[in-house]
């Protein structure tokens, strides 16, 4: 047995005086004493005497002290509660040998008794205790500081609250955790013990040693009555309830009430509560009833010898223990995987369907601990952002490590018109069929989007109709931050860069040495990351005294080449005029002038990092790896070089927590990373697909969307994501539109915010057939090459027609896919759905054959033309001279073995954005080869790709506003 005592603002060593209104009886001295919890629990049984006399001989028949056990095992009851304390504590610790009940008490001053009677049953059963010590007149508000430390602490699972009644404050009780309130005082397990629920509350420990001895003094319990005089408090509430379970009637009375004398005389037994400096005379005592009294507080040291010594004295204490055992357990069961409870949200559709924002208006979500609830998140894995949205904790894939994963479907989608095929919705339909409707436990993951697209061309990214994310306008806008934080951080490395170059080229060794390892208070020492960066140049010394000329030139000098800085900042808008600048024109930065430029934030190597992390630890190493640019010896710099790198973490420690949201019906979506894929790797995190795969169990699914076309968002999915992640996906759902099909079967081009052509409006069969047999076709193929099932979603419009839509459905299936349903989800939610949910239930359950496209120890030439010519249908690439070079470059470094990330135009499988189809007989054009050694690929930009968008002449903009009165956005679809 363990002992921890803490000590906190404590007085000098000694017993508290006795409260106002409380004395000790020379009866209450003779007697043994029973609980510490609520200071003496005295029992006396009268008896008739043997010379006829009228007043009953007092006599103790409880709790007589064996001098062999010290107490320990003098009574029935208490050997019965330790025995059976013991039994679950084993059977505790078989589940988890590691485990270790804690009782935390909180005491006002330094009475080790109470401590001391804890302690010693503690050891017996096998428990740990620690003991806090305020000072004797300590606030209330430093009990509640103690009480909030405990509460959040996972190895404390029962807290004790030794205080005077005075302390014991509304505020203070409702702080303490229900589920850690060993002693059953706060108001919410009183009011369980009272509506008669103990499977979650405690019943107080005094409460149950009174009953223990009520019964012990008469096995016939039924029908007695038992007069509890005095006591407002929760003892005195929870004893009437106890007492009444067992068949007794319960009868309150005042010590001022003048009919107590006729009740103490009628009653089978008495309990004294609180009495204070008023007892009850033997003479009013009938023969044969036991009188408890239970005094507040340990008064003298007489009282405190008797309560460590006596039997009666443990039982409190042995209840207590067994209560801290029960916590134990009860929280080891809460760490299980548990059931879902899912409430879904019922829907009424509209027609015609109201616009997104009013949709999203007209559906309440539920709390968001309450959705947390439902899934079985625990609350202390919550972190909420308002109402309707919160973080998750990472240590839930700790919790639930030996949980099998569900099913992993995949959303991808055919080559998509600028105005999109609907992944999203189609992604949310399908969970809230999932969820909703078959009762199939499903997580959507999506990405969060990006401002830019926001107010570009675009606009919300919540799903649209009845397949929604809600609120729309926080999902939309800013949600909890990430990628604000993905900036601040981006950009920290980019200030970093440009100052460190700027000291360097003004400063002499020494100088630069003295400020960056400065002399503080007299010591002058390395930083942690400074001693990692001598480590990497091979400098295994501590002491900044003890280096050369030589290492110190060789520490402080990056002598990072202007050329070759490959790090840009970035801003979350599209803005094409910050796609090329010129950095260090003000005279405070002596000459150093520089071309560099600015991508979109969600391009930032650090949003790949957060998708590609699955811990912090790991986050934190890929941080530290990112190549910034190079030396002018030709050696990579990285962040950590930069010492920037811990900065980065600490900017980036919320950012890596996925957030939960729901869908219109209810169902939980974890939205996590951000878009792009055609100039990133366009999928939600790992950690949040990992997350969600614990939480809906083995048989629920998982249902993560990778951006735009197969081709791209897909191919990085399984290529990088799937490396990255170890996770294997069961079912590729390939989204497609009439509208999209007719496009790619030759007709005419299509823009956002302009008329549909007549062609994409009326039947048009023959340009329907010419997509499903060139793109479709093409892209099921795409899925195949890594051995996926597929099924084709036809996300129907109100212009297609049933000719059409059949027709799509019969093609897809001669082009490969397993199956292939229309899906009304925009118009119907979930329940439009239910056919490809069943679809996808139905392929998930066949075996897969899952493998990757290329082995990465191919050369990265060999490894871009795969892709090229097996996903593209090109014939060959061509590398610029650039291209050619930082190649050589990447091999030198040894960085070859990266999976590749390819930046190409989403708008067509080939480099032109006009080619539509299946395009064949071209030649891919590789202008640049970028690396990003911290999320850990290499990325080629095809042809003229973009890191910046720009905006339309009427961007999105245009239509979003507020109401000031109000406060109701409009304009976000």
């Known amino acids: 047995m363990k002992l921890s005592m803490i000590r906190s603002a404590c007085g000098s060593l000694r017993i508290p005086p006795a409260r106002p209104g409380s004395r000790v009886s020379g009866l209450s ?35 007589k002290q064996s001098k062999k056990d010290d107490g320990l095992e003098c009574d029935t009851s208490l050997r019965e509660v330790v025995q059976s304390t013991k039994e679950a504590m084993v059977a505790l610790q078989r589940r988890n040998p590691a485990i270790q009940p804690l009782l935390a008490i909180i005491q006002a001053g330094e009475d080790d008794s109470l401590l001391e009677i804890n302690k010693k049953m503690a050891g017996r059963i096998g428990l740990n205790i620690t003991q806090i010590c305020l000072a004797k007149e300590c606030s209330e508000d430093e009990i509640v500081e103690e009480v909030l430390k405990l509460n959040e602490d996972p190895r404390v699972h029962g807290v004790y609250l030794h205080l005077p009644a005075a302390s014991l404050t509304s505020r203070v009780l409702n702080t303490l955790k229900p589920e850690k309130d060993v002693d059953g005082i706060s108001d919410l ?19 149950s040693a009174v009953l223990d001895l009520l019964e012990k003094h008469d096995a016939s319990l039924e029908g007695k009555t038992v007069l509890l005089v005095g006591g407002e408090g929760p003892l005195g509430v929870a004893l009437q309830c ?34 204070g400096n008023t007892d009850v005379p033997p003479t009013w005592v ?46 080891l069961q809460e760490q299980q995987y548990q059931p879902w409870h899912l409430r879904s949200l019922k829907l009424q559709p509209l027609t015609p369907v109201p616009s997104d924002i009013e949709i999203s208006r007209a559906q309440t979500p539920k709390p968001v601990d309450q959705l947390a609830e439902e899934i079985g998140l625990l609350p202390e894995e919550l972190e909420a952002y308002g109402r309707s949205k919160a973080k998750v904790r990472l240590s839930l894939l700790d919790r639930l490590h030996t949980q099998p994963d569900g099913k992993y479907v995949l959303v991808a989608g055919i080559t998509p018109t600028p105005l999109g095929e609907g992944k999203s919705t ?5 969970v809230q069929a999932l969820s909703a409707h078959l009762k199939l436990n499903s997580f959507a993951c999506l990405r969060q989007p990006s401002q830019g697209p926001t107010f570009g061309v675009k606009g919300g990214a919540a799903g649209g109709g009845y397949a929604q994310v809600i609120p729309m306008e926080e999902f939309n806008l800013h949600l909890t931050g990430d990628i604000h934080a993905i900036t601040a951080a981006n950009n920290l490395v980019a200030a970093a860069i440009d100052a460190r170059m700027l000291h360097e080229a003004t400063q002499s060794d020494k100088a630069l040495f003295n400020r960056l390892v400065p002399s503080v208070n007299g010591v002058r020492r390395f930083s942690p990351i400074q001693i990692s960066r001598l480590h990497r140049l091979g400098i295994n010394k501590t002491d900044p005294a003890a280096l050369t000329a030589q290492e110190v030139s060789t520490f402080v000098r990056l002598d990072l080449d202007p050329s070759k800085i490959t790090w840009q900042r970035v801003l979350d808008t599209n803005d094409r005029f910050l796609r090329k600048i010129t950095v260090g024109q003000a005279s405070t930065e002596k000459g150093q002038i520089r071309e560099t430029g600015f991508d979109i934030t969600v391009a930032s190597e650090i949003m790949a990092i957060l998708a590609l992390a699955d811990s912090l630890e790991d986050m934190k190493n890929r941080l530290a790896r990112m190549v910034v640019g190079t030396s002018r010896s030709g050696q990579p710099v990285t962040a950590e070089d930069l010492g920037v790198s811990g900065a980065l973490a600490v900017l980036m420690k919320d950012a890596i927590k996925p957030t939960l949201m729901q869908t219109l019906e209810g169902t939980p979506v974890f939205v996590h990373a951000g878009p792009f894929a055609n100039i990133a790797h366009g999928n939600s995190s790992v950690l949040a697909d990992k997350l969600a795969l614990k939480l809906v169990g083995r048989d629920g699914f998982v249902v993560t969307e990778a951006g735009f076309g197969a081709d791209i968002g897909m191919e990085k999915f399984f290529n990088i994501k799937c490396r990255a992640s170890g996770l294997q996906p069961n079912v590729v759902v390939l989204v497609a539109t009439v509208r999209a099909l007719k496009m790619h079967g030759g007709g005419p081009n299509v823009s956002a915010g302009a008329p549909l052509p007549r062609e994409y409006i009326d039947e048009n069969l023959s340009l329907v057939a010419g997509g499903c047999r060139s793109n479709l076709r093409k892209q099921i193929q795409i899925a195949h090459l890594f051995g996926v099932p597929v099924v084709v979603a036809l996300n129907v419009f109100k212009t297609d027609t049933q000719a059409e839509i059949d027709l799509v459905c019969k093609l897809a299936k001669e082009c490969g896919a397993s199956d292939a349903v229309p899906c009304h989800h925009w118009a119907q939610g979930g329940r439009g759905s239910l056919e490809l949910a069943q679809a996808v239930n139905e392929a998930a359950s066949r075996p897969s054959n899952f493998q990757f496209l290329y082995n990465v120890e191919m050369p990265i030439v060999e ?3 795969t892709i090229a010519q097996k996903v593209y249908g090109a014939d060959n690439i061509e590398l610029s001279p650039e291209a050619k070079a930082k190649i050589d470059y990447y091999n030198q470094q040894g960085f070859s073995s990266l999976p590749i990330c390819m930046a190409k135009t989403h708008l067509s499988l080939s480099h032109m954005p006009d080619k539509k189809g299946a395009p064949t007989g071209f030649v891919l054009p590789i202008r640049d080869v970028r690396a990003s050694i911290g999320a850990g690929f290499i990325y080629p930009l095809v042809g003229t790709m973009s890191t910046m968008p720009g905006l339309p002449t009427r961007p999105c903009f245009y239509d979003i506003d507020l109401d000031p009165v109000t406060e109701e956005i409009t304009g976000l679809f």
């Open 29 to 63: 001295r003779r007697c043994p004493s029973v609980g510490p919890a609520n200071g003496r629990l005295i029992i006396r049984t009268a008896s008739a005497t043997t010379s006829g006399g009228t007043n009953p001989k007092l006599a103790v028949n409880f709790g």
């Open 189 to 207: 397990n009183i009011g369980r013990l009272v509506r008669g629920d103990l499977s979650r509350g405690f019943v107080p420990p005094s409460a």
């Open 426 to 430: 189609v992604t949310i339909g399908l």
């Open 242 to 275: 106890l007492i009444e379970r067992s068949g007794m009637v319960a009868l309150k009375s005042h010590w001022t009430s003048s009919s107590l004398q006729t009740q103490v005389m009628q009653a089978d037994a008495v309990v004294l509560l609180g009495a």
């Open 863 to 865: 490894k871009i033309r």
């Open 286 to 331: 009938r023969p044969g009833a036991a009188v408890i009294r239970c005094e507040p507080t340990l008064e003298t040291d007489e009282c405190v010898e008797m309560s460590s010594k006596s039997g009666l004295g443990y039982l409190t204490a042995a209840y207590r223990t067994q209560n801290v055992v029960r916590s134990c357990s009860r929280w």
